[in-house]
């Protein structure tokens, strides 16, 4: 029913920026208009919590860790959402998912690698 995929990590120096993009190409635009979606980080050892969220109206939501630093935003055309990181830092390191909630429902992607050399 859902597929979320993600794109966008790798291996970057401290300072340095990257882009997430997240995608959900198999459902259609009506409805992923509707959608709230967001961006979670797990660092090793730690639990997974909430970096970035955007609803549908596109009001959004930042960790205070990563304000100033990192933008969500969506392009509801290509059904794509983004989280624009810059200035990153080594503590910024770890796993990123992608949430799509959806009625109620809780959709995850299988994650992209961050690494933040210092």
């Known amino acids: 029913q859902v597929h979320v995929v993600e794109s966008g990590g790798g291996l970057v120096q401290a300072g340095g920026s990257l882009r997430l993009t997240c995608a959900d190409p198999?459902?259609?635009?009506?409805?992923?208009?509707?959608?709230?979606m967001a961006w979670y980080r797990q660092a090793p050892g730690k639990d997974r919590d909430l970096v970035a969220l955007?609803?549908?109206?596109?009001?959004?939501t930042y960790a205070d860790s990563v304000k100033g630093r990192f933008t969500i935003y969506r392009d509801n055309a290509r059904k794509r959402v983004h989280l624009q990181m810059n200035d990153l830092k080594s503590e910024d390191t770890g796993v990123y998912f992608c949430n799509i909630q959806r009625r109620g429902s809780n959709y995850w992607g299988q994650g992209t690698q961050v690494t933040v050399s210092s």
């Open positions: 955007i609803t549908s109206g596109g009001g959004t």
């Open positions: 198999r459902v259609i635009f009506s409805v992923f208009t509707s959608d709230t």
